[in-house]
């Protein structure tokens, strides 16, 4: 079974600063997705950016950006510029290609210091 | 707004009591999902509709969860005899069975239960 791991319950940054979030999976396939969920204290959930496993390039969306690394199975998330609006708790989720559920991480709560 | 919606946003209940909720998904969107999230975990998959179709359930699911899609439209999710571990918010997503953009999931607000 595929699992999702992030490692770092917490993490905090100053506004302005930028900040890196961790996530490791585990899978035997070779063509997946994997996204960045966000979820505000309000608790809805908001895509942040995804990556299909077959582009090398890392995916980035304005502030947002990944590192994907296929062979470490590693998809990290930078925060550029940070913002007080970017406080939130920060899903990894990974999705098989032919499949239909995603699997999420435990979570990463990231503060936004003034 | 035409994104998913759910109702209630809140339900309170007594152990034993069954409750149903309710999702919209976005209009055009054919997949329908049911998620289950607890405090300070990730979501947990349920269940996944493709138009009126159940086509996977979770082991999580147990026989006193049943979820239905009638005409492949709005999807209600129905709790039996409800207990004090079914407390959590569950969480209704919708996606387009579609390769470009990759098949993403968009989250309603989600309905959180609480059995007392």
């Known amino acids: 079974a595929q699992t999702v791991t992030q490692s770092q319950p917490e993490m905090s940054v100053q506004e302005a600063e930028t900040v890196t979030l961790s996530c490791t999976y585990d899978t035997s396939e070779s063509d997946y997705y994997l996204f960045w969920y966000k979820q505000p204290p309000s608790r809805q959930m908001i895509l942040v950016i995804r990556q299909e496993a077959y582009k090398q390039q890392n995916a980035t969306e304005n502030r947002f950006s990944v590192n994907f690394q296929k062979a470490a199975k590693s998809f990290s998330l930078k925060i550029s510029d940070s913002q007080l609006g970017d406080a939130a708790m920060y899903f990894c989720?990974?999705?098989?290609?032919?499949?239909?559920?995603?699997?999420f991480g435990e979570g990463t709560q990231l503060t936004v210091n003034p | 707004d035409t994104g998913v919606s759910q109702d209630p946003r809140h339900k309170i209940t007594k152990r034993g009591q069954n409750v149903t909720f309710r999702c919209d998904p976005i209009s055009e969107h054919n997949r329908l999902y049911w998620y289950r999230q607890t405090l300070g975990q990730g979501p947990e998959f349920l269940t996944y509709f493709q138009n009126e179709a159940q086509l996977e359930k979770s082991r999580l699911l147990s026989d006193r969860f049943s979820a239905e899609r009638p005409k492949g439209s709005f999807s209600t999710l129905e709790i039996q005899r409800t207990e004090q571990g079914d407390s959590a918010m569950y969480l209704c997503?919708?996606?387009?069975?579609?390769?470009?953009?990759?098949?993403?999931?968009?989250f309603g607000p989600g309905t959180r239960l609480t059995v007392l």
């Open positions: 989720a990974y999705k098989e290609t032919s499949g239909s559920r995603l699997t």
């Open positions: 997503a919708s996606s387009q069975n579609s390769r470009a953009p990759p098949d993403t999931q968009y």
